[in-house]
T-cell receptor, first 113, second 109 residues
C-alpha cells in the first residue's frame, strides 16, 4: 500500500539522549516535511525538503536536524533530547506542486523524561 | 507570517449540515487546504482551493474568498464518523503551509 511509514510508533527517551525518527515514502514524492503537533498549538513545521539533497528550516527547527540522501527517506534527528521536545511527530510528503495536499505518516509519539 | 482563526469546537446533529469557517491573513497566498484529523490519527487531505468559489466533493464542499481572506468547509448529511478535528491550512508560496489549531466537531445522534 502506497504511503508513508514512520518508526517508531512511540518512544520514551531520557533527556540528553540522541534519537532518530525514521520516515520512508514510496510515492516518489519530491517534497517531504516534518511537523510536530502539540495540544493548543496545532501542527508546526520543523524542517522540510523540496527534493533529494536539499533541506530547509521550518518554524521550529532548533534542536532538530534532517537529511535527504534519496527521494524515499527523510530522517529527523534530535541530537540531545529535552522535555520540551515531547510531542507527536508527523512526517508528510507531497508532489512538487503540492496541489494534491500532503500525505501524512501515522506519527511518532515521543516522550522525553 | 500567517494568522488563522477558526472556531475551537462545534456540535452538530447526525444528518444535518454544518459549516466550519476559517479566516486567515497571509502574504503570498497560494491556495488553502482543509484536512480532517480523527483523534490519535494523522491528518487526511480533504480539499484544496486556489480560486474563489465553491469546490464540491461528495458530502464535503469548500469555499474560498481570497479578497476577504475567508474560507469555509461545508459538511452535509453528517455521520457519526465525521466527528473529528478540521484543520484550515493556507499556503504561502509552494512549500509554506501553516495549519490552524483546528475545529473539533462533535456529531451527536
Amino acid at each position: 500500500i502506497a504511503g508513508i511509514t514512520q518508526a517508531p510508533t512511540s518512544q520514551i527517551l531520557a533527556a540528553g539522549r540522541r534519537m532518530t525518527l525514521r520516515c520512508t515514502q514510496d510515492m516518489r514524492h519530491n517534497a517531504m516535511y516534518w511537523y510536530r503537533q502539540d495540544l493548543g498549538l496545532g501542527l508546526r513545521l520543523i524542517h522540510y525538503s523540496n527534493t533529494a539533497g536539499t533541506t530547509g528550516k521550518g518554524e521550529v527547527p532548533d534542536g532538530y536536524s534532517v537529511s535527504r540522501a534519496n527521494t524515499d527517506d527523510f530522517p529527523l534527528t534530535l541530537a540531545s533530547a529535552v522535555p520540551s521536545q515531547t510531542s507527536v511527530y508527523f512526517c508528510a510528503s507531497s508532489d512538487s506542486t503540492g496541489a494534491y495536499g500532503y500525505t501524512f505518516g501515522s506519527g511518532t509519539r515521543l516522550t522525553v523524561v | 507570517g500567517q494568522n488563522i482563526d477558526q472556531p475551537t469546537e462545534m456540535t452538530a446533529t447526525e444528518g444535518a449540515i454544518v459549516q466550519i469557517n476559517c479566516t486567515y491573513q497571509t502574504s503570498g497566498f497560494n491556495g488553502l487546504f482543509w484536512y480532517q484529523q480523527h483523534a490519535g490519527e494523522a491528518p487526511t487531505f480533504l480539499s484544496y482551493n486556489v480560486l474563489d468559489g465553491l469546490e464540491e466533493k461528495g458530502r464535503f464542499s469548500s469555499f474560498l474568498s481570497r479578497s476577504k481572506g475567508y474560507s469555509y468547509l461545508l459538511l452535509k448529511e453528517l455521520q457519526m464518523k465525521d466527528s473529528a478535528s478540521y484543520l484550515c491550512a493556507p499556503r504561502e508560496g509552494y512549500q509554506k503551509v501553516t495549519f490552524g489549531i483546528g475545529t473539533k466537531l462533535q456529531v451527536i445522534p
